[in-house]
């Protein structure tokens, strides 16, 4: 039987400001241990052709912080996972290596 691809995914929040060396303004909750309070990780196997899969990051705000004026960017990282375990539908041989795109 095919094998569903998965998608990785790091959101992280405040990255410039991290680059200079400042504390985060905000930590994820619900964050694995792995992962610093301004970041969150996971993994989700993507769904047949038109049918939606959806993560909840929620964030909050540190009581401490002073710089309330300049919006908190949050980005996303994103890849497909190994693809190894693919097989084509029904004959059982492995597909090459493969980089999809989204």
């Known amino acids: 039987s095919a094998v569903s691809p998965e998608l990785r995914f790091v959101l ?18 619900r964050r694995g241990p792995a992962d610093p309070e301004h970041r969150i990780s996971g993994a ?26 300049r919006p908190i960017a949050v980005t996303l990282a994103f890849a497909i996972g190994d693809t190894r375990g693919w097989h084509r ?4 041989t492995a597909l090459p290596p493969l980089s999809p795109a989204l």
């Open 89 to 92: 539908g029904g004959r059982g």
């Open 44 to 69: 989700l196997e993507l769904p047949r052709p038109r049918e939606r899969r959806c993560v909840t990051a929620t964030f909050r705000l540190h009581d401490d912080i002073r710089d309330k004026l």
């Open 12 to 29: 992280e929040a405040d990255a410039e400001r991290r680059r200079r060396g400042q504390p985060p303004r905000i930590s994820f909750l």
